[in-house]
């Protein structure tokens, strides 16, 4: 049996579109694009290959409603199932969003 490893990346992205996840209520899945990224101490980092490509993230709903395309958004990620995950429940000042230009 193969063994998850635990990841987390800190990630700064700009968010491209957004929309409801297929598989996962209560989550948006957010195409974003990945401008840096950053291991986070003492967990393997999967993400950081993706700096200067487009992701495919799911997001929790509560944490992206109403953000606006161009949005630059840092958060922490993890690569699960496949799937790149933001946190469910961000410490403070993990998730920190800084709106588009005018």
């Known amino acids: 049996m193969v063994q998850a490893v635990e990841n987390l ?6 968010l491209v579109t957004t929309g409801p996840h ?8 957010s195409a974003v694009d990945v401008l840096h990224a950053q291991p986070v101490t003492g967990c393997a980092d999967l993400l ?15 944490l992206v409603a109403g ?10 990620a993890r690569l699960t199932a496949g ?4 946190e469910q429940r961000p410490p ?3 998730f920190v969003t800084q709106p588009p230009p005018p």
């Open 9 to 14: 990346t800190a990630l700064t992205t700009r």
């Open 67 to 76: 953000l606006a395309p161009g949005t630059v958004i840092r958060l922490r």
């Open 48 to 62: 950081s290959r993706y700096v200067g490509q487009r992701l495919e993230l799911a997001v929790p709903s509560r």
């Open 83 to 86: 799937e790149a995950m933001a």
């Open 22 to 29: 297929p598989r996962l209520e209560g989550w948006d899945r």
């Open 92 to 94: 403070p000042g993990t």
